[in-house]
């Protein structure tokens, strides 16, 4: 008999919630955008996937919103930064260091920018 936890274990993080393919950003990073739902601009700051598709981190004036990519409109601007960019993408595979059993290998789900500071979500 097959032990399908340890199969599953072994092999999850090859195989995205998402299918073969990472589904497009409505947009990009540091974008700014139009927010239907507060009809307000704000910027992009973060996007993470969730279980609806992805989900945005959007700075509006002293706000951050979370909303779905069908509440956004882009824009194309984006915003003038000095700041370092990400080191990892969406979707890429990294080593994780961490204590308990498991594979290392991880995928980048999410990414935000906070106080200057780049943050990462991983599966």
């Not at 973060?46 to 509440?71: F, H, M, Q």
Request: hydrophobic letters at 40%; one cysteine or more.
């Amino acid at each position: 008999m097959i032990n399908l936890v340890q199969t599953l274990e072994t092999c999850w993080y090859v195989s995205p919630p998402w299918g073969k393919e990472i589904p497009p950003l409505e947009v990009s990073l540091l974008e700014k955008v139009y927010v239907t739902t507060t009809k307000s601009f704000g910027y992009c700051c973060g996007v993470e996937w969730s279980a609806k598709g992805w989900s945005y981190e959007i700075v509006s004036g002293n706000d951050n919103l979370t909303v779905l990519g069908r509440e956004i409109i882009a824009t194309g601007n984006l915003q003038l930064v000095t700041k370092k960019k990400p080191v990892f993408r969406l979707g890429e595979l990294v080593e994780f260091r961490f204590h308990g059993d498991g594979p290392p290998a991880r995928i980048v789900q999410g990414i935000q920018l906070i106080c200057n500071s780049w943050f990462y979500c991983i599966e």
